[in-house]
């Protein structure tokens, strides 16, 4: 079988010899070359044509944001940046990485073998990334029911991984903001998560947070799963009260999809609407189709937009998807279905 083929590209030595050794720990993956800054690396990238390409973000004589937007466009080769904490990681994302990483603060041994693991994953994924480009869906048209008129105890859940950080933003600028409460899970790291709302916060019409247990949910607003925590629902009188927890990991991840969609299916039943997006996987599948058995509405996002067209698939072939639909169209099926 053969090899994914890497180019590493990170201004220190020692971290550059670090991700090598550490990815070709793994038999089916090769350190084809490493580069210390962008123009060494596009050098690399016409010699070598590698199959997945590690990126640092602060790095001497172009920044890697600039260097993803001018390479992509002319090279379509899949990146996973890894970079230390910040809000560039989804300025990255935007640029059309496919994945993003933190760089380590490594104490222990065993955090340096985690952190190689989930950068083996993620490499892995992005060598089967579909890299077509579905950035700002068009605008939707706001021909949508007063908040009188709709039902106040409608639910949403959203559950994506790989892709779904821009897939979500896409969304969410393409839907009206007086929709009923949405619950978001997204697979990402704790510190993240709360970046990743405040910024749909910034750049939606919606409310958006990272959720807290206590939280009643409100019309108009979204809640984001903190990275470490799983996020489920529990039905108060006629409000839903948001309920997050530490816990084991479910279908490899905390939070995870499956979880929060289980709570909705019991917890809202018919009055559910279940949405799985682009992303590495299963994990949502099952609970999705629980959402279903007890009536709820649900939407997969179809294989043509999908940066992975992992999880929604899982969801699709269980049959828990009653309707698929491109990210630019699914708002206006949303919508419909309220």
Known sequence: MRKIRVLVVDDSLLFREVLSRGLMMDPGIEVVATAEDPFDARDKILELRPDVMTCDIEMPKMNGIDFIQRLLPQYALPV???STISHAVFD????????FLAKPNVQTLQQMQLFIQELITKVKTAAKANLVQHRASPALSRAWPSPAAAAEDRLIAVGASTGGTEAIHDLLKSLPDDLPGMLIVQHIPPVFSRMFAERLNQFSGFTVCEASSGLYVQRGHVYIAPGDQHMKVKKIG?????????GDKVNGHCPSVDVLFDSVAKEAGVHGIGIILTGMGYDGAKGLMS???KG???LGQDEASCVVYGMPKAAY?????EKQASLTHLPRVL???I
């Open 317 to 321: 072939q269980l049959g828990a998807v």
């Open 80 to 82: 996973v940046v890894i």
């Open 238 to 246: 006629d409000r839903y009260r948001i309920e997050c927890f530490h």
């Open 291 to 293: 959402m279903r058995r």
């Open 335 to 337: 919508c419909s279905m």
């Open 296 to 298: 709820a509405r649900t």
């Open 92 to 99: 990255a994302l935007k640029a059309g990485a496919v994945d």
